[in-house]
């Protein structure tokens, strides 16, 4: 008896946290259909089954999870519909009643699941709750798209803005995009400089100075994705150079610790390249080089930076700017036997071959003119007859501010506008005075804000559907994390966003517009925790051929694979299942995928069923890992979270330690030591769920390459899911996984409707969640039936009156 | 992915002036400036707040004694030449555990007020200490504070406390309970907002002048949107709106700066690739900002918690919260405390720049009250008690140094605050969880 109630302690320790973090950091289910034949159960049959396998430990006394159900009426569901939901989402996924207790049988568990699913969904469609929505901001990312799809302008945000917090797993949360006196000054210098540099004002435009870098992790010693044929290492970027007028460049060389220039002991060919040209050409190695760099390190290495630095004149516009050696030999130089073994490690070494370190561009000096830019292009749309052309200007801004609002303008905006192009004309110019109305545009809440307006005959607390231009917003900001184009704000002014095949058609064209890119960098991005492989280290020692030519091939592997999803409009279960991917030699040979040779990524068949879908991508195993080691905790942890929907609350505070192997002792398996971490009861209670899963990966090593072995011990693959299912290694656990598709279409949805509304979620949107898979079960769960479910769905089509909206406004 | 974008990616072009030599141009440009430095008739407190996260291996950082003439202890032992203004404090306490491990500590560190737990809109702390001490001394100064930070947020997903919003680990500074501000990573973005951009005088006078004109149109609009929103979005749009009257004030102060001929400084050229560089010249832009008072107020975030940063230049190649996850294991405390000397290597760097700059009758050290520390004593047991702080700086003469104050164990920060507060003349009674004052 005393044994029972600690291990109950302990159970409320652990599962205590879950129930008292938010509602929408918890996520529900679908019911597993597959299988089981629902019996009809009657209200009073689900409340006795309640009292019976639930309330005896979720009781008001016990509180076991912070869940007491014993107060609830189960045949009352819409007075209860946040534990409800919780209850549903635990039967959904099999793991309550937990694994040894007494559970319904399965005709019964299906029939409850069935019941409540029933009831709270009639529940919410008898009292529509589109949610809180506040007045959102746009973040940096959507600042930035907005400038270039409405100027043809591609800018550095983060020099401009600050940065944005983010909730939910996700930086576009409307709740936390607040606003401070920073940003509005930050607002009014961006408007300025990107105001300039759209008109070319030789005058506003300051000498600038940027440095572009080379990760200091990437090998150079072959060629590189994206830069020419014949070239070895370097960098590329696309600079916009914003006049006419000469710029200079200084290209920065690898150095060891003591300032001594990597390779010179052979001539090596530096080529500058704009648009592809070659603009200089410079050689550095040889003799004279190294014995004047073993006289005096420093100085040479300043002879050499003179060499390297050059002047030259380039047309103003966004331009591609590489440096790179030329290939001297495709023989590989050393190290055969791990050819790629990471070149920046040694960083006392002065062998080897040349690295680029950085490139820093400065200019423009000796201008010429504002040059012919996409952005001039863009922004100036008709000729003035003369400075003073008021009726050619009034054109510009207005279908400036139109975009840029995001909305037909008043007379009043137009006023505006125009007044200030004249006090920026009498300056000089008709391009004065657009940049100042310019400046204007972009330093507008109009612009900054996504407004919606509350109708004013409404009634407080009514719900009402948007104004379809308000919904060409919310649409463009969930698929392209930016502002509507001209069509589809055509389209929304004339109201026919309001016809379902009208609303179809533009889902579609903006689904293949490039711009849907930002579902995979924004969302996918977040939601897998892509972002977070930038800035994960691996450990050298253990993995010393990982180098930032391998992270970045993991990274752009994953955004060929999403984007494919979209694209090809496939089912969204493809990302756990599809037989094919994306792979360069650099890749494929860490996948041990033969004959695929050469930096560029072409799309291969899976033969290894293992790699099959997101658990068997490097990016994904890498990231989930710690820098010398797996972790199946850190793994499981992941996939209950993005996968099957239901996170694992936080540790409790001091945790005992995981016993680490030292040196002397007989080293332990990762299992061996993690199981030892279960005794604990109250660590038990949540590990028994993640680590099993994390375990089926173990056949993967930190970086994502296969393994059989792991200190010294075989690989055991083997464990068993919260719902009893016995898995064996990652094949199994992925069939476990999507066994039921309900369940990973259900955690993708949920985390695209927090995405597409800027919210977090609530048990009053779980029947949504369930609405648009059902939906989409129809269409085979293809990525445009889940886009467009969550576009139809209510929250994302309506919005509720301020309740408190009578007041009146302050004065 | 440097290499890789060939389109709508981060490049960048709107930059100021500058070249890549920041510090030693840093360092160049001070003669220019010191034409603005106050003359002795009235020197002024500056106050800075540095915050280190995970706590430290306190072992290696309490002295053994208490009271003056105590031996420095390893970690401080870089500080050790400036004992005379230094007192270590011992024995705060943030508070009972809440939740949020790591968000508590950063969240509470300048307010000593329970963070609520909520990831939504209702994020809620205390109005922070450094933002009681910018109403009262700020708005003499273009900047009432500045807020600093190291570390790009953006590139973490995932990392945050669960259950707490993202915004108690990312931000120090609050200036009401409900408003978290933003802390700013680039230093070239910081010397900008000091000095603004370059150009003639007259350029730069025009350029306020069409800034004014384009905040009296919007504040202009206020009616029109009040009328269109609802009452939340309200809210935020009169915040917005409020916002823009404080920048016109702090326009005014640009003005009447841009009226005296200062040479303007060449500015530094982004982020460094190196820690050491990055954060050396955000102590550099702090001491600038001192000297030519253009505020009185900094935070600085030196590292976020539940920073992954490794710092191999001190051989510690593995990241900073895993290995303050030391469990007792002798060689990873040993790396923790590595970790914690290298930051206040740096820190005692910027306070050897202070000391060489003259303020009046004094130097800049003299004339400041610097604060050093954490809000999580132990980061293995995330523990919020004794809490690691440091006070340097003569802070006008109200401030004595060699000193190891223990006040009574479980002592609230808050009441550290609170004696903090006294020297910048702010009248409070209580700072969130404070039971009385600390005698600093």
């Known amino acids: 008896m005393r044994t029972a109630a600690l291990v109950l302690i302990g159970l409320a320790v652990c599962v205590g946290t879950l129930g008292t973090a938010p509602y929408a950091a918890q996520q529900t289910q679908i019911p597993p259909v597959a299988g089981a034949a629902a019996r009809s159960i009657t209200p009073l049959e689900a409340k006795a089954a309640v009292d019976k396998y639930c309330v005896g430990c979720h009781n008001e006394r016990t509180r076991t999870g912070n869940l007491a159900l014993d107060g609830i009426d189960v045949t009352r569901v819409a007075a209860s519909a946040e534990p409800l939901e919780k209850v549903l989402r635990k039967l959904g996924t099999g793991s309550m009643p937990p694994q040894g207790m007494p559970r319904p049988d399965t005709a019964t568990h299906a029939g409850i699941i069935a019941f409540l699913t029933r009831e709270l969904d009639a529940a919410a469609a008898a009292k529509p709750d589109p949610g809180r929505a506040i007045l959102r901001r746009l973040n940096r990312t959507e600042y930035a798209n907005a400038i270039r799809d409405l100027l043809d302008l591609n800018i550095n945000v983060s020099t401009l803005l600050p940065v944005d917090n983010s909730s939910y797993g996700f930086d576009n949360i409307g709740d936390v995009l607040g606003v401070s006196p920073v940003l509005m000054e930050r607002y009014l210098t961006a408007a300025r400089r990107i105001s300039a540099v759209a008109v070319g004002d030789a005058a506003e435009i300051?000498?600038?100075?940027?440095?572009?870098?080379?990760?200091?992790?990437?090998?150079?010693?072959?060629?590189?994705?994206?830069?020419?044929?014949?070239?070895r290492g370097g960098l590329l970027v696309t600079h916009t150079f914003p006049l006419d007028a000469e710029y200079t460049f200084f290209i920065r060389l690898l150095t060891t610790t003591v300032s001594n220039i990597r390779g010179l002991e052979y001539p090596h060919d530096l080529v500058l390249l704009v648009d592809g040209e070659e603009v200089a050409r410079a050689t550095v190695g040889g003799k004279d080089d190294i014995e004047k760099s073993f006289e005096n390190a420093t100085t040479h290495m300043e002879a050499i930076n003179a060499r390297l630095t050059f002047r030259v004149a380039v047309k103003a516009g966004p331009r591609t700017v590489a440096a790179a050696f030329v290939q001297k030999t495709s023989a590989i130089p050393n190290a055969t036997l791990q050819p790629y073994l990471q070149t920046t490690s040694d960083t006392v070494d002065y062998t080897g071959v040349p690295h680029v370190e950085s490139l820093l561009l400065t200019g423009p000096f000796n201008p010429t003119g504002p040059g012919d830019t996409p952005s001039r292009r863009r922004v100036l749309v008709c000729r003035p007859t003369g400075p003073d052309d008021a009726k050619c200007a009034t054109t510009v801004l207005s279908t400036l501010a139109q975009r840029a609002y995001r909305r037909p303008l008043t007379d009043g905006d137009v006023r505006t506008l125009v007044e200030f192009f004249d006090t920026g004309r009498r300056k000089g110019s008709f391009d004065a005075g657009i940049e100042l109305g310019l400046r204007r545009i972009l330093a507008s809440p109009d612009f900054v804000f996504r407004v919606e307006r509350d109708p004013a005959e409404l009634a407080p607390g009514a719900v009402y559907r948007i104004s379809d231009v308000e919904l060409a917003s919310r649409l463009s900001f969930f698929l392209w994390s930016s502002i509507p184009d001209a069509e589809l704000l055509e389209v929304a002014a004339r109201g026919r966003l309001k016809d379902g095949a009208e609303l179809d058609r533009q889902i579609r064209r903006m689904l293949a517009d490039p711009k849907a890119r930002a579902l995979v960098d924004n969302f996918a991005g977040q939601w897998l925790y892509l972002r977070n492989l930038r800035g994960h280290v691996p450990d050298q020692t253990e993995f010393p051929d990982f180098d930032n030519t391998l992270r970045s091939a993991m990274l752009r592997e994953m955004e060929l694979f999403f984007d494919s999803i979209i694209r090809e409009d496939r089912s969204v279960l493809d990302l756990m299942t599809a037989d094919y991917t994306f792979v360069n030699e650099r890749l494929a040979r860490h996948y041990d995928i033969p004959n695929v040779y050469g930096s560029h990524f072409r799309r291969v068949t899976l033969t290894q069923n293992e790699r099959r879908g997101l658990l068997g991508k490097g990016a994904i195993l890498a990231v989930t890992s710690y820098a010398t080691r797996t972790s199946p905790v850190v793994r499981g942890k992941w996939i209950l979270e993005n996968v099957v929907g239901t996170p694992p609350p936080p540790p409790p505070p001091d945790v005992p330690a995981l016993e680490e192997n030292s040196p002397g002792k007989k080293p332990r398996s990762m299992r061996e030591r993690l199981e030892e971490h279960r005794r604990n009861p109250v660590c038990a209670q949540c590990h028994r769920l993640m680590d099993p899963i994390g375990f089926a990966l173990e056949p993967f090593d930190a970086v994502g390459a296969s393994r059989n072995r792991e200190s010294g011990s075989p690989i055991d693959g083997s464990g068993q899911l919260a719902d009893g299912t016995r898995v064996s290694g990652p094949v199994s656990l992925r069939e476990a996984l999507v066994s039921d598709p309900n369940i990973f279409v259900t955690t993708m949805t949920e985390k695209m409707l927090t995405y597409a509304l800027g919210r977090g979620l609530g048990a009053t949107d779980m029947p949504t969640v369930r609405a648009i898979v059902r939906s989409a079960a129809g269409s085979d769960f293809r990525f445009s039936s889940i886009v467009g479910g969550i576009v139809t769905s209510m929250p994302f089509q309506m919005r509720m009156k301020s309740e408190d909206e009578g007041l009146s406004p302050k004065p | 992915?440097?290499?890789?974008?060939?389109?709508?990616?981060?490049?960048?072009?709107?930059?100021?002036?500058?070249?890549?030599?920041?510090?030693?141009?840093?360092?160049?440009?001070?003669?220019?400036?010191?034409?603005?430095?106050?003359?002795?008739?009235?020197?002024?407190?500056?106050?800075?707040?540095?915050?280190?996260?995970?706590?430290?291996?306190?072992?290696?950082?309490?002295?053994?004694?208490?009271?003056?003439?105590?031996?420095?202890?390893?970690?401080?032992?870089?500080?050790?030449?400036?004992?005379?203004?230094?007192?270590?404090?011992?024995?705060?306490?943030?508070?009972?555990d809440q939740g949020g491990q790591h968000s508590a500590p950063s969240g509470m560190w300048l307010n000593n007020t329970p963070h609520k737990r909520t990831e939504a809109e209702d994020v809620r702390a205390g109005t922070t200490v450094d933002q009681m001490i910018a109403r009262q001394i700020g708005q003499q100064t273009t900047f009432p504070s500045l807020e600093l930070a190291t570390e790009d947020l953006t590139s973490l997903v995932g990392a945050c406390d669960s259950g707490f919003s993202c915004t108690y680990i990312n931000t120090l500074c609050w200036s009401t309970p409900t408003t978290p501000l933003p802390m700013e990573i680039n230093p070239r973005v910081v010397f900008e907002r000091m000095f603004g951009d370059p150009g003639t005088k007259e350029q730069r006078l025009a350029r306020i002048s069409e800034d004014r004109s384009i905040l009296d149109s919007i504040a202009g609009e206020e009616a029109r949107l009040r009328q269109e929103l609802g009452t939340r979005d309200r809210a935020r749009i009169t915040e917005y709106l409020e916002n823009v009257r404080e920048i016109e004030r702090r326009i005014q102060g640009s003005e009447k700066q841009a009226q005296s001929s200062v040479d303007i400084p060449e500015s530094p050229a982004g982020v460094p690739n190196s820690y050491e560089e990055h954060v050396g010249l955000m102590f550099d832009l702090m001491a600038l900002a001192y000297q030519t008072d253009i505020t009185r107020v900094i935070t600085f975030m030196m590292a976020r918690e539940l920073s992954f940063r490794s710092y191999p230049q001190v051989g510690v190649p593995d990241p900073h919260h895993s290995i303050s996850h030391h469990q007792n294991d002798v060689e990873k405390m040993e790396r923790h405390a590595r970790i914690n000397t290298y930051h206040v290597t740096l820190f005692s760097r910027f306070l050897e720049k202070l000391r060489q700059t003259p303020d009046g009758d004094g130097s800049l050290l003299d004339h400041s009250l610097l604060v050093y520390g954490s809000g999580m004593a132990n980061g293995n047991q995330h523990t919020h008690n004794p809490l690691p702080t440091l006070v340097v700086g003569g802070a006008n003469g109200s401030l004595k140094g060699n000193r190891h104050l223990l006040p009574p164990k479980n002592t609230p920060m808050g009441n550290f605050l609170l004696a903090v507060l006294d020297r910048a003349g702010v009248r409070a009674d209580a700072v969130g969880l404070s039971t009385g004052r600390l005698d600093l």
């Open chain 1, 206 to 231: 300051p000498v600038i100075a940027e440095t572009y870098r080379v990760r200091p992790d990437t090998a150079q010693d072959k060629h590189l994705d994206g830069l020419p044929l014949g070239t």
């Open chain 2, 1 to 96: 992915m440097f290499i890789l974008k060939k389109s709508l990616s981060r490049r960048t072009f709107l930059r100021g002036t500058g070249t890549a030599l920041a510090l030693p141009l840093l360092d160049a440009m001070v003669p220019a400036l010191t034409a603005q430095l106050r003359t002795a008739a009235a020197p002024v407190t500056r106050f800075g707040f540095m915050y280190v996260p995970h706590g430290v291996i306190l072992d290696k950082w309490t002295p053994a004694t208490e009271g003056s003439d105590f031996e420095f202890t390893p970690i401080m032992k870089p500080l050790e030449a400036f004992r005379s203004q230094l007192t270590v404090v011992g024995n705060l306490d943030l508070g009972p």
